[in-house]
């Protein structure tokens, strides 16, 4: 018997309904209209008192009553149901989806499953002609159908994910006496392989930008091992701190033929002195009072390169007006190369420190960036 209440809290722990198409999923419906050469395909989800198609093709939009729906049929039962001629069928020909629009005569549905095995919806193929469903045909249709429930349960890990990266990623940023920080990031998808992290202690400031090869899921899982191992014992110093992150990562994920660039830096409150380790990142850089820009150059290779090569330690000096600007590389994506420090001139005439890096992320957002964005700036105000 169906344990409706159970069913629907699974349902909404999915976190499916309502949310915008998914090409992953369309594709699946377009593979199943032509594998079987049906007029309708739907990827239903039983609401509590509807129908909500995540994707479906020729059933005019993504939703009806659930009320007399085949798929709440499908869902009470285990396997395939097929209604080869609803029209003839005991149960189903007075249903108002037969005698009405669309008028189906066929069915065949096989049931969606969340996590704990609760029937959610279905993947259905329907038709307003008689057919018949041969052993195989189920089997294949028995096939997408599962196809189907694994990307909505990766969706759902996805998003779960996310969710954890966001708690990762800094809520309140230090404001130093005399100092303005703001940072970002954008994903380019759920997952960032990007990390940012600013942290006061004593006086000093402490800035990681972070870039691992890749993006996504996996490149975000070692994004925050890189911020757990920065976060542990912070009053190491800078060298020994990328040196210990160097050889975990080498020794974790040297053979995958991963990397990350990293720049790190402790900035002195009191004075401006900015000490750092640039591990192959390079894209840091002074912007001076007098509009020119400063380059802190890479003090080393990637960290997980395995060439053994150690990195040094570099210093600079932010004066007051002075900012210390850090973005990842997505950031190029969106600039124009010819020029880039005309165009970063511009958006911080237009929109000021703190503005600038929400511009940014606005313009990743709108352009739908390909590759994962992220700016750190620290300013000296006086």
């Known amino acids: ?23 992953r999923v369309d594709r699946i419906t377009r593979m199943a209209q032509q594998i079987f050469n049906v007029p309708m395909v739907s990827v239903t989800l039983l609401d509590r008192d509807r129908q909500w198609r995540k994707s479906e093709i020729g059933l005019g939009g993504p939703e009806a009553p659930r009320q007399d729906a085949f798929c709440d049929a499908a869902i009470r039962q285990t396997g395939t149901m097929v209604i080869e001629d609803a029209s003839q069928d005991q149960v189903f020909a007075s249903n108002p989806f037969v005698t009405g629009d669309p008028h189906l005569r ?16 279905t993947l259905c193929i329907l038709d307003t002609k008689p057919r018949t469903l041969d052993k195989s045909e189920r089997d294949l249709l028995k096939d997408l159908a599962l196809w189907v429930q694994t990307e909505l349960a990766q969706q759902q890990e996805l998003d ?20 303005t920080v703001t940072a970002g990031s954008a994903p380019a998808g759920c997952v960032s392989g990007d990390f940012h992290d600013v942290v006061l202690r004593d006086g000093q400031l402490r800035v990681t930008l972070a870039d691992v090869m ?28 990328v040196a210990e992150i160097d050889a975990i990562l080498e020794q974790d994920i040297g053979d ?41 150059n890479s003090t080393g290779l990637p960290l997980a390169m395995g060439m053994g090569d150690p990195h040094r330690l570099a210093t600079a000096h932010l004066r007051p007006g002075d900012a210390l600007m850090c973005c990842s590389d997505g950031v190029l994506d969106m600039l124009d190369l010819e020029d880039p ?42």
């Open 1 to 23: 018997m169906l344990d409706e209440t159970r069913r629907q809290q699974a349902l909404d722990a999915l976190k499916v309904l309502d949310t915008p198409p998914d090409e």
């Open 214 to 241: 890749g993006k996504g899921t996996g490149a975000g899982i070692i994004a925050s091992a890189i911020r757990a191992s920065m976060r542990t014992a912070p009053e190491r110093p800078l060298l020994t701190v």
């Open 256 to 296: 995958l033929h991963m990397f990350a660039t990293l720049f790190c830096a402790d900035i002195d409150t009191a004075s401006g002195q900015v000490s750092y380790v640039d591990g192959g990142h390079s894209l840091s850089f002074i912007h001076r009072t007098d509009g020119s820009w400063e380059h802190l």
């Open 341 to 382: 420090f005309a165009q970063v001139d511009e958006i911080l005439a237009k929109y000021g420190v703190d503005g600038a890096v929400q511009e940014a992320l606005r313009r990743a957002v709108v352009s739908k960036a390909t590759d994962d964005v992220t700016a750190v700036v620290v300013r000296r105000d006086h």
């Open 106 to 121: 066929f069915y065949a549905g096989h049931p969606l499953q969340a996590a704990g095995g609760e029937q959610v919806g």
């Open 160 to 179: 779960h994910a996310a969710v954890v990266q966001r708690a990762l990623t800094p809520r309140d940023l230090p404001q130093p006496a005399g100092f």
